[in-house]
C-alpha cells in the first residue's frame, strides 16, 4: 500500500487550495480505519491538522484548533482519495502537509502508512 500526498502550491492570503491523498495497492478488499493530515514547518513540531477516525460506535472527526472552521476533510471512496479543502488560508499556514492512514488488508492486518509530503505557501 502507499499513500500519494499532492494538490499543494502557492496561494495569496485568503485563497483555497484542495490537497488530495491517493491510497494504491490496498486491493479490492480493505478498510480504511483512519486518515490524517499533518503540517510540518522546519524548526516547529508536527502539528495534527485533522485526523478522521472510524470505529465501531461511529466515524469521528477532529480538526487542530487553528485549522478548524477553514479546513474541511472528505473522501472520495470511487478513486479511493482522501481530500482536504483548505480555505481562507493564511501565511501561518505554509506547511508540507503529509498523510497518514491506517488501512486493514487481509494479507498485513492494519498497517499505518505516510504519504509524501506537499507542500503549502501561503503569501501576504
Known amino acids: 500500500v502507499q499513500l500519494q500526498a499532492s494538490g499543494g502550491g502557492l496561494v495569496q492570503a485568503g485563497g483555497s487550495l484542495t490537497l488530495a491523498c491517493v491510497a494504491s495497492g490496498t486491493g479490492n478488499f480493505f478498510r480504511v480505519n483512519s486518515v490524517g493530515w499533518y503540517r510540518h514547518t522546519p524548526g516547529e513540531q508536527r502539528e495534527m491538522v485533522v485526523r478522521?477516525?472510524?470505529?465501531?460506535?461511529?466515524?469521528?472527526?477532529t480538526y487542530g484548533s487553528s485549522v478548524k472552521g477553514r479546513f474541511t476533510i472528505s473522501a472520495d471512496n470511487n478513486e479511493n482519495t482522501a481530500l482536504l479543502r483548505m480555505t481562507n488560508l493564511q501565511p501561518e499556514d505554509t506547511a508540507v502537509y503529509s498523510c497518514?492512514?491506517?488501512?486493514?488488508?487481509?494479507?498485513?492486518?492494519?498497517?499505518?502508512?505516510w504519504g509524501q509530503g506537499t507542500l503549502v505557501t501561503v503569501s501576504s
Open positions: 478522521w477516525l472510524h470505529t465501531a460506535s461511529g466515524d469521528r472527526t
Open positions: 497518514t492512514s491506517n488501512i486493514w488488508t487481509p494479507q498485513t492486518g492494519s498497517v499505518d502508512y
